[in-house]
């Protein structure tokens, strides 16, 4: 089973503290580094949370997590089987959790774009472009969002990020009803793509991985995190 946590990053003045408790002195320098305090926050609500879920789900201290970097950045734990990607944009958060499988997990809000077709002949496909193309201008905010946060969810599931090409492969997205990855070089078959719903006006998605082990899509539950996870000793 996939767990897909959602996260409101708009925490209370304490609860951002006690995030910020349990992140790492990198971590910590990483936050401080933005200049918008309301950019601090979030980073620091998104990463304090994600200790927490995962430091729950081991049943392990979350001060005491250690991550590495794979080549192209995708964080990992080291020697464990577990499984996580993290997305945040507006004030929300997506935090993916599995086991044995690799994945990867997208969110945007929905929101009008005046470039939106302009940025999509510069990064969606040409069978995508051709199917946006279609679409009124209703629909197009919706459409377009769908269209980059499976593609997101894809590369980052492969863990290669940015540095493979969005046009590389095509996704389904609105109006068809299916989520799917239609065409990919890297065996689209062995992925399996999912819409996902984590609150009004946004949009997100996640990859899975098929693996000899666990070779069908998997089971997925949407989890709301509340601060009042927390253990009281935080």
């Known amino acids: 089973m996939i767990v897909v946590w959602v996260i409101n990053l708009t925490q209370s003045p304490f609860t951002l503290q006690r995030l910020r408790h349990v992140l790492s002195p990198e971590e910590r320098a990483r936050a401080d580094r933005f200049v918008r305090e309301n950019s601090q926050s979030q980073f620091t609500v998104a990463h304090g949370a994600l200790r927490h879920i995962l430091g729950t789900t081991l049943g392990a201290d979350p001060h005491t ?3 590495t970097e794979q080549s192209y950045g995708k964080p990992s734990l080291p020697g464990n089987p577990l499984r996580f990607n993290l997305s945040h944009a507006g004030n929300l958060a997506l935090l993916a959790v599995g086991y044995g499988r690799e994945l990867g997990v997208d969110i945007e809000p929905i929101r009008s774009l005046p470039d939106a077709r302009n940025l999509a002949q510069r990064f969606f496909s040409p069978a995508e472009n051709a199917n946006l193309r279609k679409v009124g201008p209703t629909n ?6 769908e269209c980059w946060t499976r593609k997101e969810a894809f590369i980052k599931a492969i863990g290669q990020g940015l540095s493979y090409p969005l046009h590389n ?3 389904t997205f609105y109006p068809d009803p299916q989520a799917r990855i239609t065409t990919a ?4 078959d062995h ?3 999912h819409n996902l ?4 006006d946004y949009c997100g998605a996640l990859v899975v991985e098929h693996t000899q082990a666990a070779p069908g899509p998997p089971q997925i539950q949407l989890r709301r995190w509340e601060s009042s996870d927390l253990p009281n000793n935080t």
Do not use: G, M, Q
């Open 197 to 200: 719903a984590p609150a009004p």
């Open 185 to 188: 070089p890297e065996h689209h």
């Open 140 to 145: 197009l905010p919706r459409a377009f969002f």
């Open 65 to 67: 997590l250690h991550f």
């Open 191 to 193: 992925w399996s793509l």
């Open 169 to 171: 492969f095509d996704v």
